[in-house]
């Protein structure tokens, strides 16, 4: 069932009828310990590592824990069921098994003092019996009345009585468009449970088809949900384009129900992005098509000519939209302020071209000459080695990196003048480095950055240092795939990697993909993942979801030992749109955490995972996971006062939702009529307010006029926008 603790979870490969489980390696849980071999950092010993050189030969030696349970499962005349996905599942993590050819299962490493409830998982696709209906242990289509398991300590064990399943129900069916263009293959195809609120999803294959199984009697709706941005728009039984208004369908115990589903191509708008002074295409830049209805926010990328097109909008209730482009702070046609744009109609089916948009390109240098700064110096690193190289020059209050190019030499323009902290940060087997000559930002110089002649900063960037060892059993067999996690002295986690199948692990780089520095390091080997020819159980700590003030607060850890790739998305209730927030690699101590702005509305998250083996190939289909639907108020800034303002003394913003809904400094960015930011202002999490002394950053008072405030952050722009009237 969704629920607002939600869980990942990872396959090797399916278990054929014929292979007991006996024969497979159990899982079990390996307690994370620190080298040489104790439960407790304070008893640990700190490895020190040089510059450019590396420590061999650490040996960590794992100690299994953890409690049994087994049963078998059958059917209603008593004959076994083989290959049902049986799922222990925990507040903090879920350990899973397939029944053998006698219907049997046995789940190890289950930790102590923990509440199991044990779910036969017949709708997973990973369950190769999907006739019976799933169900939680001994029979409810949720935790609610369902029998929880405990153990008292390790080396415990219980059995569970004959579980007994009945027939399921299946729904097939395929996705039509209504223009006859074809099947809609790839699709995303979303179920509900009306009794409870269960949720399963699928894709569509390449004729279309989707099937469900081992799904309980009830009343269900179903629809196809395209990408957002696509050309067709969602399609729910009944003919809705929405799941609130969806025709229920019902399922019989042991029937199949045959159901089409129907798109319609929606309408498009096109047009281009151009500069204001040259009048040349601007490309690469984000455009957006907001509903007037919904508020949906529809989104593309404008091409290397500047032109764009935003598909699969919807024109029912005369809904119409406006265009806007965020870099260029300018909504169509060509307005700075969102009430003085023009809402664009649309017809479905049919494209509104001629939508274009211009302002001043945000890549530009904006300083003159006179304010404009140039660093330059030469490099001693070798390119080929690199995934990417960055200047970073560091004020009080910002942060600019500028990417280098492939030579022995470089040059970066566009710096206000200033003083900086200036430094190398490399994605590769390199330290970064900072001037003059230190891997401690906290010792490096201070540079002036004038326009009137170049400032000369050169790198030469020490080479990654290394840890390395062995994780063993205290039986002496290798532990494959088990997590290392790298501590600085200050017990932050810095790198980390897995062991490979002879339980060796190498770690040069840091989180950030730089190189490992000089320092004293505690190492830690944990692992829940047991890798076997045929299965492979893992073990994953929940995600928890918070919903405050306008602000979805997704987070997750990943303690397994896998790496693994992961996809965000977030589903309109209302709509059943699915859009992609993020797509990364993250290994077991991160990114940990997502904060999403998404506006006013009845939303669903889902996270997609993908285990990976050490070798980077991928060992598990992609697994889901969702929430509970939430309901989301966009958060504002209050008016500003005073307002019109006459310069004398500060102008303060307000936040409407007080001090308590961030969890994070944000920067309020302070940019005139034309889009040009002109002040960057850090607003401290802890405080409600923000005052304006009417500087540009130079310090120098700002001309009368209109300007606007606009929140930045994590996961995005606060939507809502300040107005401020200037009049001196």
Known sequence: MSRILFSIVCLASLLGPTVSLAALGASRLLPALYAPGVSEVMDAEAVTVD???????????????????????????????????????????????????????????????????????????????????????????????????????????????????????????????????????????????????????????????????????????????????????????????????????????????????????????????????????????????????????????????????????SARGGDSYIVYCPSLNRYYPDAPREEDARRVTVVEGETTSRVDIRGTDPRDCALTSEFSGVIEGGLSLDFADLESAHLLVISETDTIARELVEGRAYTADCFPSGEYKIGLFTQGPFVTQYYDLTENIDFAEVVTVDPDSATGINFQPLEASWIAGTVRETGGNPVSEASITILDETLEAVAGGRTDLQGVFRIDRIFDGSGLPAGQYYVRAESTVVADPEVTPVLQPTIVLDV???????????????????????????????????????????????????????????????????????????????????????????????????????????????????????????????????????????????????????????????????????????LSRALIVVQR
Not at 91 to 98: A, D, M, R
Not at 148 to 175: C, M
Not at 640 to 661: C, E, H, K, L, M
């Open 51 to 313: 510059a450019e050189q590396g420590v061999e030969g650490l040996s960590i030696l794992m100690v299994s824990a953890g409690s049994t349970l087994q049963g078998r499962i059958i059917d209603n005349q008593e004959r076994p069921l083989v290959g049902v996905w049986v799922v222990a599942e925990m507040e903090t993590f879920q350990i899973f098994g397939l029944t053998d050819s006698e219907g049997r299962f046995s789940l190890e490493g289950l930790p102590s003092q923990a509440s199991v409830f044990l779910r036969a998982s017949t709708d997973d696709p990973n369950s190769r019996e999907q006739r019976y209906a799933a169900r939680y242990y001994p029979d409810g289509l949720s935790r609610e009345g369902a029998a929880a398991f405990s153990f008292d300590g390790d080396g415990s064990s219980d059995v569970v009585p004959d579980w007994i399943l009945e027939l399921g129900s299946t729904l097939r069916g395929e996705i039509r468009t209504d223009d006859g263009a074809g099947p809609l293959v790839d699709t995303e195809v979303v179920l509900h449970r009306d009794s409870d609120g269960g949720t399963w999803q699928r894709r569509s294959d390449a004729k279309g088809r989707f099937v469900f199984r081992g799904l309980s009697a009830g009343s269900y709706r179903v629809g196809a949900v395209p990408v957002p941005g696509e050309s067709y728009l969602p399609g729910w039984s009944g003919g809705a384009r929405s799941v609130t208004k969806a025709g229920s369908l019902s399922l019989e115990a042991g029937g199949e129900t045959p159901v089409v589903l129907t798109v319609d191509r929606g309408a498009s708008i096109r047009g281009q992005l151009r500069s204001d002074g040259p009048n040349t295409p601007l490309p690469d830049l984000e455009v957006q098509a907001i509903s007037h209805l919904t508020t949906e926010v529809y989104s593309t990328t404008s091409d290397e000519f500047g032109f764009y097109e935003i598909f699969g909008l």
């Open 548 to 718: 405050v003030a306008g602000e979805a607060h997704i987070r997750w850890s990943l303690a397994g030992s896998w790496w693994w790739e992961l996809a965000l998305y977030r589903i309109d209730e209302v709509t059943g749109f699915s859009e992609r927030l993020w797509h990364e690699s993250a290994g077991p101590e991160g990114p940990l955490d997502w904060i999403d702005r998404p506006g006013t509305g009845r939303y669903r998250y889902r996270l997609e995972a993908r285990a990976f083996s050490s070798e980077g190939v991928a060992e598990s289909p992609w697994i889901e996971v969702w929430s509970e639907v939430v309901d989301v108020a966009a958060p504002s800034l209050s008016a500003v006062w005073p307002n019109p303002w006459n310069g004398s003394g500060v102008v303060t913003f307000r936040d409407q939702n007080g001090a308590s809904i961030r969890t994070e400094d944000t920067v309020l960015e302070i940019i005139s009529a034309v889009g040009r930011r002109i002040r960057d202002l850090t607003w401290n999490k802890e405080v409600g307010q923000l005052a304006w002394d009417g500087t540009d950053a130079r310090g120098r008072g700002v001309a009368s006029g209109i300007y606007f405030a606009r929140r930045r952050a994590k996961g995005g722009d606060i």
